[in-house]
Structure formats: structure tokens, C-alpha cells
């Protein structure tokens, strides 16, 4: 058994996807917080045990991971199967395993990851260049279709996922692989090499990721090259326009996320990563300012992103149509890789909350209750009930219907495995002062210095209780975030607001903290300038958002002619509200007089979370409510 084969007997507790070498708050690893049993323990679990399995299935079935064997056995291209971009999957995959390994040290984990590495290693080109798509004979040159070829960005899967090893488990043969793609890299785009990016961002997160691991300079100017270069036209125009690419607008200039949502993000998520590590204010500035306006403007509900389908893009100010909705899965993981980047530089809660909101309603809803299906896109209102997909079929890309095993194009899947298996690291920081804990879950927290027991039923109830464990002599700070729409909290009694709730004091062992949060049942309202969805109310429960869903209606209701009150209530653990039923009169014109005649008296109807819809079957399904009584009800 050679050493690349032999199981790994070494794991870092403080292994994490994002360690930046400074900012206001530091990073726990995944070893020094561990989820218990919980609404996040459970997802965690089912994504090891199932959705990594399902995953590996499907990348061997659809001849994904066959690519590899195909390049050694000089097979291609006849016998290359998939999409451009296919290679990251299985990278994705890798990341994933490693993140999974070094959690719970999972030995037949281990052994199957290997496997994978084996065959990924052996399609390495001498000089580092590893593509299954590109550069052999019958095969298009390398780079040479940067805008749609994804190779850098394949770059950038495989040297994340080098790094999540090298972070969990130390250097092995995948971080090796990952060493030598990424000289290549620096070699054929470095100052004197090809001026141009990719255009899929994602190299420039996982270069300076790199940089942090070796402390090789070397990556991390090449991540700031990379950045700078974009928006200087380096790409070619298309019909979408440069904006799809970020190549419109330098980053330091641009104002606002643009074009396609899972690039922005990846692409603002690297420059918060350069801006770090280089202390650039003027680009820490620039990206914050964009997140703000993004958040302020372009952001669903939900924490999703990403209102078009032609360009899977960011829409115009306030173009946030609930039934176009794309809410890619990757953009809100894209979200909160850049949320978490710019809390741990600022320490500000508001990214925290987007995280919060992001996580609860868009990365919890895509996935199936089994592991083995997913949702690509997050639409907020299903007019017609969805197709029951094959449990063996490989659909196209998917528009919101049911969630599918797999995915021509299947990002989102193993997107989610990598941010389930790391999902820990997110939930906590320390700093000089002490330890500050964001996001609630049932957990258990042990760092050098402090340790506490997170005992919570949240979010379906709001009262999180901190027990201290292990704690220094001398005093320390516990900051406990109070979310923005947690007006009413209290800290052991005590009324708090929204931002930090902070206990400076020395703590013994056996103390005790007690943060309740209000999760009543609240109406939101949108802002007037959100056309689609002017005129109704949506309605909230601590951070989940509710939704009607048409198989809790009585027969013969039609959803879509649902009119409701503004105010909701509880009964018995369900959030009801009142409404009633409009019929428009009949017309062979869509248009008309400001009128509608009503067919139903009042009923009540039940609310669900979100992120439950379309777990009972073929459903309708809207989250924005219209409002009975506005200007064309009777």
C-alpha cells in the first residue's frame, strides 16, 4: 500500500473553506464546531450519507468521471461525455468528500475519495494542464474559447478541492495535482502570458485559498491579475453583453452586482479574498458597496439571487418577478460565500442575516428530504404543479417543477455537498475579545480558549441557551447575533436590539446565557418599486419564509385567485391567514374594467416554509400573497 493509498490518520481541527490572515473576526474550523441533532444536523447527515453517494453514482453513470480514463486511454474526444464545465463536478465532489472526511474522519469515505483522485491524477499533462475537453487531437487548442470554456474555472474546482484536502487532512496526491495546475496557470497568464480571464470567475477564490495554504506569493498576485483585468473588455462581446462576464465594468468602478449571478458572486467572493490578503481598502470598499446595493435592489425574499432566465442573471433595480424567479442554487451558495467574506473582514451582522435568510430559504429547499433530488432554480410562485421526474432521468437544465435527480448541467448538486459538508465553519467566530456566534443551531463549540453547548429548537422556536464549558480566568465577550427582523428579543430578560447582543464579563463553567428571538408569525411588505408584486404581502416566521401551496386549499380552490388579509396568526404549530377567493368576469380580452366578482367568503388558509414546497407532491405554490380589497377587488 503506497502512502497516497493508506488511509489518512491525520486530521486539522481548524480546517475551513475561507481563511483569510486577517480581518475583524477569525474563522473556527470544522473540528472545533460540530453540529448536534437539529434542523441542520439532519441535512448535514442526509448529505453525507445519501447526496455524496447519489452524486458519485451519477458522475459515473452519465460518464463524467469516465472523462478521466477516456484522456489516460487516449479515447477522446469520441468518448467524452457531458458539458465543457463537466470535469468540476467531479471536483466538486472531491472538495466535498474532503470537507466530509476531515468532520467526522469517515475511513470508507476516504477510501472512495482516493479512488477518485487516482483516476483524476493520471489525466494530468505533464506541464500541469489538466481538461478533459480541450487540447488533444480532434480536440478544440487550449484557451482558446475563453469566454464559454470554463477551464480556468474548472482551475479553480480542482484547487479548492486540493486545498479542502490539504486543510483536512494535509498535503496528498489531489493537493499535488492542484499545486501543478495552478503553476501552469500563473505560467500561461502571469504578467508576460495570455492578458485575459476566464469567463467564469472562480480561479480567483481558490488562487488566493492557495496562497494561504503554501504562502506563495506567486498565487496570490495571479488572483489580483486576474481581477483587475476584468471589466476591461478582454473578453469578447455577446449577445447577453459583457456585463454577463463582469467584463463591462472594472470591479473597482462597478456600483452593483451584474450579469450572471453565480459569476458576480464568485468574482466579488475573490476580490474580497485579494483585497484581504493585499490590504486594499479601495477594493474591500468597492465590493462592499456592491453587496449593499445588490442586497438593497436585486435580492428576492428568500436571499435569492438572479431574476433572469435567458442569462441565469441579475435583473435591472427591483425586477424581482416571483414567477421568473431563476434563484439559482449556486448563486445563493455564491451569496453566501461572499456574505461570509465580508462579515469576517467587517464583522458588520448584516451579513450574517443574508447568510441566515440565504441558508434557511433557498440552500435548504433545494435539496429532496432523501439527498437524491435537488432543485436548480428557486422560483417564489409555481402557477401550474410541477412534472414528477424519473428517478433515473437526466433532465435538461431545470426550471422550477420538481426537484430532479440530475442535471445536464448538474452544478447545483454538487455545490450543495461542498456546502453542506463544510456548513459547520459558518457558524461561528472569535476575535481578541472572545467568541461570536451567527448563525443558531444545536451545537457544540471547543476552541483553544472557549467552548460552549448550543441547546435550540430554533428556528421553529426562538430560544437559543449558551452553556459555557470551557472558559479562560480573565473576562471575555459572548456576542450573539439578534437578527434585523427580531424586534422584542431579549438576553436573560433583558430587551435587545437587532445588531449584537453582548455579555462582557468572566464566565465559570456551567453559566449560562439565554437569547429568545421572536418567531411569531409577521406580514412583510414589499418595496413600491418591485412592480411584480405590488399589492401583496408576504408573510414570515423568524427567519423562514411561508408560502401557500395548493395542496392545503380545499378542492376546486385555484391558488392564483387567492386574495388574503394582512395578518396571520397561529394554531396549533401552523400559520394560518384569512382569504377568500376572486373570479375575474369572463372575457374573451385579458383587459378591462377595475373589477373582479367574488367566489368564495372567507377561509383560512395554512402557511408552510418555504423550503418545505413540493415535498408532498405536484403543487402550485406562491410566497407573495395579493391583498383582498386593493383596486380590483369588489
Request: proline share 8%; hydrophobic share 40%; aromatic share 8%.
Amino acid at each position: 500500500m503506497t502512502v497516497d493509498e493508506a488511509p489518512s490518520t491525520t486530521r486539522n481541527d481548524k480546517a475551513t473553506p475561507a481563511a483569510p490572515s486577517t480581518g475583524r473576526l477569525q474563522p473556527l474550523g470544522l473540528r472545533e464546531v460540530s453540529l448536534r441533532p437539529g434542523f441542520w444536523q439532519q441535512r448535514q447527515e442526509t448529505n453525507r450519507v445519501a447526496s455524496l453517494e447519489h452524486i458519485e453514482q451519477w458522475l459515473e453513470r452519465a460518464g463524467w468521471l469516465g472523462n478521466f480514463d477516456a484522456a489516460v486511454e487516449g479515447r477522446l474526444p469520441g468518448a467524452r461525455r457531458g458539458r465543457e464545465f463537466s470535469d468540476t463536478e467531479v471536483y466538486k465532489l472531491l472538495e466535498a468528500m474532503a470537507w466530509e472526511y476531515g468532520r467526522t474522519g469517515d475511513t470508507a469515505l476516504d477510501r472512495r475519495y482516493r479512488a477518485v483522485v487516482r483516476r483524476v491524477a493520471a489525466a494530468q499533462e505533464p506541464d500541469g494542464y489538466l481538461n478533459t475537453n480541450f487540447g488533444r487531437p480532434g480536440q478544440a487548442p487550449r484557451y482558446s474559447d475563453l469566454e464559454w470554456g470554463h477551464e480556468l474555472y474548472s482551475f479553480g474546482h480542482l484547487i479548492q478541492a486540493g486545498v479542502a484536502r490539504a486543510r483536512t487532512a494535509g498535503p496528498d496526491e489531489l493537493f499535488r495535482v492542484a499545486v501543478r495546475a495552478a503553476d501552469h496557470v500563473c505560467a500561461a497568464f502571469g504578467p508576460d502570458g495570455i492578458a485575459s480571464v476566464c469567463g467564469h470567475p472562480e480561479i480567483e477564490p481558490a488562487l488566493a485559498e492557495l496562497y494561504r495554504v503554501t504562502g506563495e506569493r506567486r498565487y496570490l498576485d495571479q488572483a489580483r491579475l486576474f481581477v483587475e483585468r476584468r471589466g476591461h473588455r478582454v473578453l469578447a462581446d455577446i449577445e447577453f453583453g459583457r456585463a454577463y462576464f463582469q467584463d463591462d465594468v472594472p470591479v473597482r468602478e462597478a456600483e452593483v452586482l451584474r450579469g450572471h449571478a453565480v459569476r458576480a458572486t464568485y468574482l466579488a467572493a475573490g476580490a474580497v479574498d485579494v483585497a484581504v490578503e493585499t490590504g486594499d481598502t479601495e477594493l474591500l470598499d468597492a465590493v462592499t458597496r456592491q453587496w449593499r446595493t445588490t442586497v438593497a435592489r436585486r435580492t428576492y425574499l428568500t436571499g435569492g439571487m438572479g431574476s433572469r432566465h435567458q442569462d441565469e442573471a441579475f435583473g435591472d433595480d427591483f425586477m424581482l418577478p416571483p414567477d421568473r424567479a431563476y434563484s439559482e442554487t449556486c448563486a445563493a451558495i455564491g451569496s453566501v460565500m461572499l456574505s461570509w467574506r465580508l462579515l469576517l473582514a467587517h464583522g458588520d451582522p448584516a451579513y450574517a442575516d443574508l447568510i441566515e435568510r440565504t441558508l434557511f430559504n433557498v440552500i435548504a429547499t433545494s435539496p429532496a428530504d432523501d439527498g437524491r433530488g435537488f432543485f436548480y432554480t428557486n422560483t417564489l410562485h409555481q402557477r401550474t404543479p410541477g412534472t414528477e421526474p424519473a428517478p433515473d432521468a437526466l433532465l435538461p437544465r431545470a426550471a422550477s417543477s420538481l426537484r430532479a435527480p440530475w442535471f445536464a448541467v448538474s452544478c447545483c448538486p454538487t455545490n450543495l455537498a461542498r456546502t453542506y459538508a463544510s456548513l459547520a465553519a459558518y457558524l461561528a467566530t472569535v476575535d481578541d475579545d472572545g467568541l461570536q456566534i451567527h448563525q443558531y443551531a444545536a451545537a457544540t463549540i471547543r476552541t483553544t480558549r472557549y467552548g460552549c453547548e448550543i441547546t435550540t429548537g430554533y428556528p421553529d422556536e426562538g430560544r437559543i441557551t449558551v452553556r459555557i464549558t470551557e472558559t479562560p480566568e480573565s473576562p471575555w465577550t459572548l456576542s450573539l447575533r439578534v437578527p434585523s427582523w427580531a424586534a422584542g428579543a431579549t438576553l436573560d430578560g433583558r430587551p435587545v436590539s437587532p445588531g449584537w447582543a453582548r455579555v462582557h464579563r468572566r464566565f465559570h463553567p456551567g453559566d449560562v446565557v439565554v437569547l429568545d428571538l421572536p418567531v411569531q408569525p409577521r406580514i412583510t411588505a414589499p418595496d413600491p418599486r418591485i412592480d411584480a408584486i405590488r399589492g401583496c404581502v408576504a408573510v414570515e416566521r423568524g427567519p423562514i419564509v411561508l408560502c401557500a401551496e395548493s395542496v392545503d386549499l380545499p378542492p376546486g380552490v385555484d391558488l392564483n385567485a387567492l386574495r388574503v388579509l394582512p395578518h396571520a396568526e397561529e394554531r396549533d404549530g401552523v400559520v394560518v391567514v384569512a382569504g377568500r377567493t376572486v373570479q375575474p368576469q369572463a372575457s374573451g380580452w385579458p383587459y378591462g374594467p377595475a373589477s373582479e366578482s367574488v367566489v368564495s367568503g372567507p377561509l383560512d388558509v395554512p402557511l408552510r416554509p418555504y423550503h418545505r414546497w413540493a415535498r408532498r407532491g405536484p403543487s402550485t405554490m406562491r410566497v407573495w400573497l395579493p391583498l383582498a380589497g386593493g383596486r380590483t377587488d369588489p
